[in-house]
């Protein structure tokens, strides 16, 4: 017998209760997000706004369409009769999450690798996602689309489709540049394929090349950023020159914060051709050891007037770390990832490898001082982003885990629990310039949410504890979020055959 919209409706609101169906399908999730037409009442709510304010206890929060309509007093709020009401006494609401740096990617193999992470996204309370280049960027685009307009469920996306890196690109799908004139032609294509904006890579793009990308860019009406080309400006320069966020502290802006980082950066350039090039660890720990507090503060204030974004991804840097001396077989998401992508992890047969144990010495310092940074740059009012770079060929950046790893690395580098939790909210928005509609709890807000069992500023792990997440009004319960991660850990497994 087919069950109503509306039995089926009350069915994905048991909220925690249901057990998973054998017949689960993300359609029939989607389905029943489509029925979900009347407004959505969170009683006895605590609300974490993060607009930094402290937690609100005792709210009742109501939905009506994608926003937020009414935030007020438990029980002073006047509630529709067709409102569904949702007992949330002990439970914290805060913005949907946005993972700042992740990628799709893997090649057309790895495609439903890559889908898959749609569900885990949301499962950990991450509604939109910055998608930072690839290889697969026309399906991005038709996911980005799909989920734009509601026929697919999933994370909204932003995307650079593919990555701008030199004559001979380090990864597949990115588009060389050789000179000026390549460099417009590649913001053409990007910004034709529909790229949200411009995501660099080269090591050693000329300047002129990078302000031709800049200028282009401007014209076409996206911003630039990524890696930083190091070996031909300092992190002054592409400031200045007009890059608008810069990804991984550790490397691209703690570089900055040396008054030696030219010397050290031609000594990369002089090495380049010889038997002994200079490694990522030794670049990071000889900025390290040359790191000013005053030149990084001073540096601060260039970002800050520039408007210049930092997304700082150290649980990527800590992952790698961890390479060879963590059993990722163990891991409690191991069940979702597909084999595909997990070959690209596995060092046995991806491309990252542990690092010698004077290499993790040298990384302690390198760890050390962007930490000081992180939070220098917080201080002095720079925007942070917070980014996992989860991805094919990142190996364990398990996707949505990561981003939670993030945030309690953000506190261990001395953000207080609310400013870590802006980094994938409020901050996002900003940076988006949507903050008006979207990043905060507050009423006329898109109603994106996630709904947590424990209180993140008490405690930032608790950020991970999801009860159910609310994507443009639409509830997902903890059932309907756990249907959807076992209905990937069954295809991983069917996968792993
Ligand atoms: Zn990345």
């Known amino acids: 017998m087919l069950l ?36 959505l009442a969170f009683t006895n709510v605590t609300v974490i706004d993060a607009t930094g304010a402290p937690a609100l206890p005792g709210r009742t929060v109501v939905v009506v369409g994608d926003r937020i ?11 529709s009769k067709n409102a569904t009401v949702i007992d949330a006494s002990g439970k914290y609401m805060i913005p949907g999450l946005w993972d700042m740096h992740a990628h799709f990617r893997g090649g057309a193999d790895l495609i439903p690798d890559n889908e898959a992470w749609l569900s885990i996204f949301l499962a950990y309370g991450i509604t939109g996602v910055r998608e930072m280049g690839g290889d697969i960027p026309e399906t991005v685009f038709r996911w980005r689309a799909e989920i734009a307009n509601g026929t697919r469920l999933g994370p909204r996306i932003l995307s650079s489709g593919p990555k701008l890196d030199g004559p001979k690109p380090d990864w597949p799908g990115s588009i060389p540049i050789t000179d000026v004139a390549s460099a ?26 990078f302000a031709a990308i800049v200028d282009e860019a401007r014209k076409q009406g996206l911003s630039v950023g990524g890696h930083l080309p190091f070996m031909t400006m300092t992190t002054r320069d592409a400031i200045n020159g007009g890059i608008r966020f810069i990804e991984h502290a550790s490397l691209f802006v703690l570089g900055g914060c040396s008054r030696s980082e030219k010397q050290i950066d031609d000594e990369v350039v002089a090495r380049r051709e010889s038997k002994t090039p200079m490694s990522w660890v030794e670049l990071m720990y000889d900025y390290a050891q ?121 506190v261990e580098s001395g953000l207080s629990p609310t400013e870590a939790l802006q980094a ?22 898109t109603a994106n949410l996630t709904l947590l069992t424990a209180n993140p ?41």
């Not at 689960?24 to 029943?32: E, G, I, K, R």
């Not at 309509?69 to 509630?79: A, C, D, S, Y």
């Not at 950020?463 to 609310?470: E, F, G, R, W, Y």
């Open 4 to 39: 109503s919209r509306r039995d089926l409706l009350r069915k994905s609101l048991t909220l925690g209760t249901a057990t998973v169906s054998a017949n689960f399908a993300p359609s029939l999730l989607l389905d029943l997000l489509a029925a979900q037409t009347d407004p």
């Open 69 to 79: 309509e009414t935030i007020g007093k438990f029980r002073e709020v006047k509630l």
């Open 184 to 209: 417009r032609a590649a913001v053409d294509k990007v910004k034709s394929m529909g790229a949200d904006f411009v995501k660099i890579y080269s090591r050693d793009f000329p300047p002129d090349v």
């Open 290 to 410: 040359t790191f000013d507090e005053d030149w990084a503060r001073e540096l601060t204030g260039e970002l800050v007037q520039h408007d210049v974004w930092v997304t700082p991804t150290l649980a990527a840097m800590k992952g790698n770390e961890s390479l060879g001396r963590v059993d990722y077989e163990q891991h409690p998401d191991r069940k979702y990832i597909f084999p595909g992508i997990w070959k690209t992890w596995d060092p046995k047969t991806g491309l990252r490898h542990p690092f010698r144990d004077d290499q993790l010495e040298q990384l302690k310092l390198a760890d050390e001082k962007t930490a000081t940074l992180i939070k220098l740059m917080q201080t002095r009012g720079v925007g942070l982003l917070a980014g996992s770079d989860s991805g094919a060929t990142n190996s364990y950046r398990f996707p949505g885990w990561t981003l939670h790893e993030e945030l309690k690395l953000l």
């Open 424 to 445: 994938a909210t409020r901050n996002p928005a900003r940076f988006l310039g949507e903050l008006p509609r979207s990043g905060t709890v507050e009423e006329g807000k």
């Open 457 to 497: 500023l008490e405690d930032i792990r608790n950020s991970k504890k999801i009860d159910a997440v609310v994507l443009k009004g639409k509830i997902l319960s903890r059932a309907d979020l756990d249907h959807m991660l076992e209905d990937v850990a069954t295809k991983a497994a069917a996968a792993n055959g």
